[in-house]
């Protein structure tokens, strides 16, 4: 699997947008891009995963660059809870093989979100 | 409400002593796998199965063992063989299509007496 940059941490203000990038610029055309964040003590939570489009969910959308290398996490107004480590994980797509199933979680970025 | 549940959410091991940590998952989902974590560290694979009655090693397999006799319950047993066992341990499961995402439990935090 592509290894994913993240920078190790950034703020934001209540309400505003946070925006987190990530870089994985040896993707491969099978592999999808996820994103995953972790609150201290708890599992991870998926949040938004995507291949070549952007993507919207209620949580969060998710922008890929048309050379797919990279991506970037929107979280359109963040609140205090929304303080955790970030994960940019990228991940084969295909049935079979010795990494399948595996997701590689980095060091994330640690977003803190302030009043 | 659908879920992933695993218990305890706190366990202690006397060394010697083999301990099984459960995980329970109501969503339908073929897919299972038990991660490792380490303060400040990222996930490490333990085990994963695809399907009932299979399972395959992932890349930390050493002193740990699995069943999946059931499509629901994919339950983890630490061995003595595991030499530093005192970690966080997190269960996802997913469904069988390869791009859909893994979801997890809120995890097993054990520790060593």
């Known amino acids: 699997d592509a290894k994913t940059t993240q920078p190790p941490s950034m703020d934001c203000a209540e309400g505003r947008a946070a925006n987190l990038p990530c870089n994985h610029s040896?993707?491969?055309?099978?592999?999808?891009v996820y994103w995953y964040r972790q609150i201290h003590s708890q599992g991870p939570q998926y949040i938004i995963h995507g291949l070549k489009n952007n993507e919207t969910n209620e949580m969060a959308s998710l922008i890929i660059t048309e050379d797919r290398k990279s991506s970037t996490l929107i979280l359109p107004h963040a609140t205090l809870r929304d303080t955790a480590v970030y994960y940019c994980i990228v991940r084969v797509a295909t049935a079979g093989g010795t990494s399948y199933g595996k997701l590689t979680f980095g060091q994330g970025t640690i977003l803190t979100v302030h009043p | 409400d659908g879920g992933i549940t695993q218990s305890p959410k706190y366990l202690f091991r006397k060394e010697g002593q083999n301990v099984t940590l459960s995980c329970e998952q109501n969503?339908?989902?073929?897919?299972m796998y038990w991660y490792r974590q380490d303060p400040g560290q990222g996930l490490r694979l333990i085990y994963y199965?695809?399907?009932?009655?299979?399972?395959q090693k992932g890349d930390i397999a050493e002193g740990y063992s699995v069943s999946r006799e059931k499509k629901e319950s994919f339950p983890l047993t630490v061995t003595s063989a595991q030499k530093n066992p005192t970690a966080f341990y997190l269960c996802a499961s997913s469904p069988a299509a390869p791009s859909q995402p893994q979801h997890f439990g809120d995890g097993t935090r054990l520790s060593i007496l």
């Open positions: 199965s695809q399907i009932v009655n299979d399972f």
């Open positions: 040896t993707i491969s055309g099978n592999e999808y």
């Open positions: 969503l339908n989902h073929d897919a």
